[in-house]
């Protein structure tokens, strides 16, 4: 029996590991982590992040062929092959602040191994990292192996949160890097035939290492410059008086550029994107390639115009100023159907908010009190870490309440915000919100998902990204 361990128990590891092991009876699968209560929650009913469908895997396969455990050790020296899928922060000081990934959690990982193996074994990079990380990995456990001989292989995962387990069942591509040596293709072949239980060949793509490391620092880049392209666009509609519903429909029917990804809204978030981008900035920079660092570089500046050009347009219209008002947020996740608020626009909109001193009542079906508290108060990056290492928030933003409920957050106040793309929040009563509510009653949909006429007809001041701009909102420019 083949047997797998899994470092780090989070998003990626968690979910990926759950479908290998449903997919794959005869293999054992054991997902180890330094975090007790991490740990805790996956042996739980209540697992620690939310994503469609992944109840149903684990309770399938739990205490059968898949195990959540601390006991790090133990289950990498029994597994043939380690794969390791932990946290992998932008640097937050010294050499490549702000850009490079930091690699202490991976390093560690490695010399871990390294410590701990008695049998050859084949170590998959899961997490997303720089380029060459694999051949400085080789080298740590090369250096420390006693003898054993480890293959290392560039596994990068493309899955989506909110559709993490449809993405597994059905993953577009699979892709494997590894070197081009007799040893290496065997240890490709051993992970090809652990994905060939469920995934057809022609989906499963190898590649030398470098290639696939790069690649998913180029595919989280490409899809992130679609966001920020449409972006862009929706500011020149607002300008023009173009609905980038329209553009945007009229451009993805092209067959080169396809549909899919391009809804503008308040900005892209996520534990990805701009860590991707950031690292390839660095990466091109140590590179000599300062063009096309910079060319990168424009996909985040746009992402933070977009966010900052939000709360512009909330502060302006509303006599700018909303200071004491009371402002309704409907959503604080990143997107739709997770509970992951890492990086998510709702972080910098709220910040934005608040600067100007507004009261914000905060409602998401998923997200805690304490992690939106927690969210706020954070420095820049601090997410990025074990839950553990992670700086408590001291105090608690008092501007700041959370509730449970849509109507509770917006009674009272002047103004709802629509930062995420919760299904619950295009079928709310908006006539009974908009009784409840201070007027004129503004509606700023982050996400355009509002039927803006019918607001409209109910009395609301609406601003929808990138739609033709209120008569009321264009005497109020929201000038930077
Ligand atoms: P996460 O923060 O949810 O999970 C990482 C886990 O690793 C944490 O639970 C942490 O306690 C654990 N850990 C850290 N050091 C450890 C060690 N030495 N031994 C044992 N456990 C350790 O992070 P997430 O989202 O799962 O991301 C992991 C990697 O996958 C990152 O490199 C990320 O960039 C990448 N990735 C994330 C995707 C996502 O959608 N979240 C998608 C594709 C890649």
């Known amino acids: 029996m083949v047997k797998i361990c899994c470092i780090g128990a989070g998003y990626v590891g968690g979910p990926t590991m759950a479908v290998i092991a449903l997919k794959c009876p005869k293999i054992e699968v054991a997902v180890v982590d330094i975090s007790v ?18 109840d149903e895997v684990v309770k399938q396969c739990r205490g059968k062929n898949l195990f959540f455990s601390t006991d790090v050790e133990k289950h990498v020296f029994e597994a043939d092959i380690v794969f390791v ?12 602040a702000g850009k490079a990934a930091d690699l202490t959690y ?19 990079e899961k997490s997303t990292v720089p380029v060459k990380t694999a051949e400085a990995i080789e080298k740590i456990l090369t250096h420390n192996s006693k003898g054993i001989n480890f293959q290392i292989l560039s596994n990068p995962e493309f899955l989506a949160e909110g559709t993490a387990i449809k993405d597994l069942f059905k993953p577009d591509r699979v892709l494997i890097g590894g ?7 065997k240890a490709v072949k ?51 008086g173009a609905d980038v519903s329209q553009v945007s429909y009229a451009v993805g029917t092209d067959s080169r550029i ?24 660095y990466i091109c920079e140590c590179n000599g390639l300062p063009e096309v660092a910079e060319y990168w570089k424009q996909v985040i500046k746009i992402n933070d115009y977009q966010k900052s050009r939000f709360v512009n347009r909330v502060v302006a219209s509303m006599f700018n100023t909303v200071a004491n008002k009371k402002v309704a947020i409907l959503g604080f996740a990143f997107k739709k159907d997770t509970g992951d608020t890492r990086e998510t626009p709702a972080i910098d ?24 508290q927690r969210d706020l108060t954070m420095n820049k990056f601090d997410w990025d870490h074990p839950l553990h290492l992670q700086p408590m928030s001291p105090t608690t933003v008092k501007q700041v309440s959370v ?28 006539q009974k919100i908009y009784d409840n509510m201070q007027k004129p009653a503004f509606v700023f949909d982050g996400r355009n998902i509002i039927n803006v006429d019918k607001l409209r007809e109910i009395g609301f001041i609406v601003y929808s990204i990138g739609k033709p701009l209120d008569a009321w909102l264009k005497d109020m420019p929201a000038v930077a």
Request: charge should be negative; aromatic fraction near 8%.
């Open 258 to 281: 396809g549909p899919k990804f391009l809804n503008a809204s308040v900005g892209f978030g996520g534990s990805c994107f701009q860590k991707d981008i950031l690292n390839l900035v």
């Open 85 to 96: 899928s932990v946290n992998t922060p932008t640097k937050t000081r010294g050499l490549g």
């Open 190 to 240: 051993a992970l090809k035939d652990v994905y060939a239980h469920w995934v057809p060949e022609e989906n499963i793509l190898t590649t030398n290492l470098w290639s696939a490391e790069l690649s998913k620092l180029a595919a989280n880049a490409f899809l992130a410059q679609r966001i920020s392209s449409v972006n862009a666009m929706s500011a020149l509609c607002e300008a023009t």
């Open 106 to 124: 991976w390093e560690s990982a490695a010399r871990m191994i390294a410590d701990v193996s008695k049998s050859d074994k084949i170590v998959v």
């Open 403 to 430: 509730v449970w409920d849509a109507y509770e957050a917006t009674k009272d106040a002047h103004a709802v915000c629509i930062l995420t793309e919760w299904d619950e929040f295009k079928t709310l009563d908006y």
């Open 179 to 185: 070197r081009e040596t007799p040893d290496g293709l």
């Open 37 to 54: 209560p991490r740990i805790n929650a996956w042996n739980s009913d209540q697992l620690p992040i939310y994503e469609p469908g992944l």
């Open 349 to 372: 909109v709220c910040k934005g908010l608040l600067g100007d001193k507004a009261r914000l009542s905060i409602y998401d079906p998923q997200v805690t009190e304490d992690q939106i």
